[in-house]
């Protein structure tokens, strides 16, 4: 039996029922192209290869790289299963056919980088569904005005439609994590629903925000705005980061983009 190995953020999926309710979820096509990253021991990789033509998988642990080699031999004409060794985090997604769907139980020590990587190739995907920490999934997927809503609600909500789907204990998986997990489904906005339109310029907007969660934008945005500004936004000086909503960021953005 393979040790989970605490470097690369390992744990397990063995829940069968929460296995088939995440295969449920995801509704895999026999002609999808699907990437699953991190596939561990096979938990979702061998039910859906069970519905698909083929499936890539990322994976860094060269032991576990070798048990799919040695079950999914890479050196047949037309293998059913496609192994790509390496970091998820420098995965390049163009080297893969799109439209593109991607899952996975993705390491929680990486997780946030990780989303805002494969959010830079949002052109080429349809979905992505995520097993994640479930404060993560709480955090992407939580309104304004709410305590769990910060700079990675903001940065993740312009770019996608999210839905927390399913909550996973930690006795789902071995070994059991010390936190509760969730599945998320990740849906990229067209990109005429994205409002956001010098990316740069929103991320330091957004970071300078919730840089100091605790004082008034007066204070956290004094470099991008003055009294007169926040009049014309309409947006009280008062407030904190996490009073303001997706669509006043993209605003704000735009107001000093407008002026550049």
Do not use: C, W
Not at 82 to 87: C, E, K, Q, S
Not at 151 to 175: A, C, I, N, T
């Amino acid at each position: 039996m393979h040790k989970a190995k605490k470097k690369f953020g390992q744990n397990f999926l063995v829940d069968e029922r929460i296995i088939a309710d995440i295969i449920a979820a995801i509704r895999p096509e026999p002609d999808d192209n699907l990437v699953e990253i991190g596939p561990g021991l096979g938990a979702l990789t061998r039910p859906l290869l069970k519905e698909l033509k083929r499936l890539h998988v990322v994976e860094i642990d060269r032991d576990i790289i070798a048990r799919l080699e040695s079950d999914y031999p890479q050196d047949r004409p037309d293998p059913k299963l496609i192994i790509h060794a390496g970091d998820a985090l420098k995965f390049d997604l163009a080297t893969l056919a799109a439209p593109l769907r991607i899952v996975g139980n993705l390491p929680y020590n990486i997780s946030s980088p990780l989303l805002f990587h494969f959010a830079a190739s949002t052109g080429r995907i349809t979905d992505m569904h995520f097993m994640l920490q479930n404060e993560v999934v709480e955090r992407m997927v939580a309104e304004h005005s709410t305590p769990a809503y910060g700079r990675l609600s903001v940065m993740l909500q312009y770019r996608f439609y999210m839905e927390k789907l399913l909550d996973v204990p930690p006795e789902s998986f071995r070994p059991a994590p010390k936190v509760d997990s969730a599945i998320v489904r990740m849906i990229p906005l067209p990109s005429d629903k994205i409002a956001v339109h010098n990316e740069p310029l929103f991320a330091r907007i957004v970071s300078a925000a919730f840089g100091q969660r605790r004082k008034t934008l007066r204070n956290t945005l004094r470099s991008f705005l003055d009294e007169a500004d926040f009049e014309r936004l309409g947006i009280n000086p008062q407030l904190r980061a996490e009073n303001l909503s997706v669509e006043d960021f993209t605003r704000i953005a735009a107001y000093q983009d407008a002026r550049a």
